[in-house]
């Protein structure tokens, strides 16, 4: 049985640093770490509950231990002054087609490409309603 549940740990070990590297995202890490100290509490014959409830129970102390260090470096999405302009109308100065890549709409006195939120053609002279913001493209749809 020792050997059995070496091995399950072992394959959870190197799955979760797998998913980490795929992800990159700080998810499985914690899994990863658990899982090395299962791994070990499994070599020296620890039954298996002991064995889970470790997993566990390192899993949640370095996921609420961490976390604040893993929000600051991953940063928070900051607003820029583009995403202001979301909910507010703009005026369409040449029709959207998405299909063939045309389309402008004017808000603030600025001139912005403009793509329909669900392909609609619109033509020139409408007012539309900006539901997001892509670089420097406007996502609208008709008001």
């Given at each position: 049985?020792?050997?059995?549940?070496?091995?399950?740990?072992?394959?959870?070990?190197?799955?979760?640093?797998?998913?980490?590297?795929?992800?990159?995202?700080?998810?499985?890490?914690?899994?990863?770490?658990?899982?090395?100290?299962?791994?070990?509490?499994?070599?020296?014959?620890?039954?298996?509950?002991?064995?889970?409830?470790?997993?566990?129970?390192?899993?949640?102390?370095?996921?609420?231990?961490?976390?604040?260090?893993?929000?600051?470096?991953?940063?928070e999405?900051?607003?820029?002054?583009?995403?202001?302009?979301?909910?507010?109308?703009?005026?369409?100065?040449?029709?959207?087609?998405?299909?063939?890549s045309?389309?402008?709409?004017?808000?603030?006195?600025?001139?912005?490409?403009?793509v329909?939120?669900?392909?609609?053609?619109?033509?020139?002279?409408?007012?539309?309603?900006?539901?997001?913001?892509?670089?420097?493209k406007?996502?609208?749809?008709?008001?």
């Amino acid at each position: 049985m020792t050997v059995t549940m070496v091995l399950v740990w072992v394959i959870i070990l190197i799955g979760a640093i797998v998913l980490e590297i795929m992800t990159v995202q700080f998810v499985s890490i914690w899994f990863a770490f658990a899982a090395l100290v299962a791994v070990i509490l499994a070599g020296l014959g620890t039954p298996v509950w002991a064995q889970l409830l470790c997993f566990v129970a390192v899993t949640l102390i370095l996921l609420i231990a961490t976390r604040p260090l893993v929000k600051k470096l991953r940063g928070e999405y900051v607003r820029t002054n583009a995403d202001m302009n979301i909910g507010k109308l703009a005026v369409v100065t040449e029709d959207v087609i998405n299909e063939r890549s045309l389309g402008r709409a004017i808000i603030g006195g600025v001139s912005w490409k403009a793509v329909s939120e669900d392909g609609e053609h619109i033509p020139e002279g409408s007012t539309v309603v900006i539901k997001d913001v892509d670089g420097a493209k406007l996502i609208v749809s008709q008001k």
